[in-house]
């Protein structure tokens, strides 16, 4: 790729976030993330082209040197900055423009920086071997997966119900999606393979922005933002059956049932696996079986769990997650004054917030403040900032994204890992039972740093989020409480669309 002879006509949208704006290379397996603004920001860039080079190239630095460290390098691509020619960017917004979801469009991509965020394509995996089928990536955003177990925290519900669970409420109270989502993620991080299929389940049903499939780098399967449009669940088990038949001639036997089941059951294999663990966890104690059990929102059957209860490998990129997120010890109620403690600190010594590194640099001294702070709050401003610190990184783990890259293997290959593939570290599936097998790759994307600046909003957030929740006590909006559409039920009558009730 040579910056100075860039082609817009090569690159096309590929996604967004609430941040950033990403476009994929036509052929290499390449994508660019670009900032994004507020739409009223656009005739005023709110930063100098400098301070959005600092800002992208604090992606990368926190990613590399402390995210990589704390969930294991082997998952972690954290890319580069790269200097675009202006005319590149400019035209490339324009060709974004009509395919981006009108609840995105509060915000403007960066067109003035001409910086931006160059990462290997994760939906796209460059294969060494040729395969016959092309890659199926799955992404997901699973969200915070323990209960807060905090003396800080003041409302009894946040230890019943989770953050996820609750949310969901008040996401449906102001219109932001339009069903609520059943997905909980202490199922997906239970570690028990029955709890991780369910929590599949409910994010195929209703993927929100928590899940996605690409084949072959195109989108498949995801909620369409703000639409209305119905989740065609026929259209992707037709992508899927393909791969999960096993001998041509037994492919009208398998039923959409069996070819979820498979898909799911292979997905939760390879977020069980060690796959790319790599590292040492970063110092960080391993705390994934405290606070973390059950949510009383969770629709799984508690009678169940208790026969079939099961940890995570700690090796696992769910248990690497888990236990980063877990350096939110005091939750945000308890975090706060310390907050305070240090925003005191810094308005009567600004100069103070280089060298306590509010806004970075995200080097390994970064990294060694939080992992060596001590237990005891000694009422210094260095510990209110290293528990600051370990709060934002537990921000940024509970807001990543997952994706694993599935590729049936031939069955003639011998079942070891299989770096041949390509950069990415590929695996052989060994837990399914019957063929075909899979190699796969897992990826932590979307790891960047969150602003000092973010935690009184976190405050407000999570107040709102549990006085939501107890106001409904709970309940579900009325529009909402319809049954749900059973994807298993409606895969055995092949009957697989999943209707969605105007609200
Ligand atoms: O606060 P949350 O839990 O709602 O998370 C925000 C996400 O909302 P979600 O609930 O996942 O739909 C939100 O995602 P969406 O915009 O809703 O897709 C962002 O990821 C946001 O991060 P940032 O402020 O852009 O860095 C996330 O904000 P942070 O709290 O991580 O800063
Ligand atoms: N390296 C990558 N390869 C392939 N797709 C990617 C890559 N990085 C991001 N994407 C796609 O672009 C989407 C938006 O990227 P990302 O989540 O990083 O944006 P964001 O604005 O930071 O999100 P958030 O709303 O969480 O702040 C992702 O959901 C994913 O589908």
Redesign the pocket.
Known sequence: MELDKMDENEWKYHGE???SLVVSHVQLPRVLRLLKYPAEDCENPPQTPEQAFRQIQNVVDFSSNVMSSLLGEKFIHSGEVVKLPLEFVRQLSIRAQHQRPAMRCDKVMDIYSGCALCLPNLTSPTLHQPTHSLPLCIEI?P??GFLPSSKHVSKDIKTKVC??CM?QHD?VARG?WKRRSLYCPLDLFSGNRQRMQFAIRQLIEEP???FKIFKGGQCIYSSKEGSDDSLDLNSLLHQLRPYFTYGNNRISHVTGKAVLNDFIQVLVNALLSGGGGGGHGGGVADRCGEGRSFCEASLFNKERIRHGSQDLNSNSVLSRILQTQMLDTLNIEGLHPLYRRVEQHLQDFPKERSRLQVDGPYNEAFLETLQKCPAEDDGSVEYAAAKVHQYRVA??A??CSIMVALVPSPEEEEEDDDEGLSSQRWLRDFHSTRPPAFSYSVSIL?L?P?PFD?IP??LR?DQRIVSCYLRTGGALPKASLQPLPDIYAAAERDDCTLLFHPV
């Open positions: 976030g609430n941040k955003k969200k915070c953050r996820f949310h996401k932001k929100q922005n928590n921000m940024t509970k807001d979307d960047d969150k973010s909003c976190q957030l």
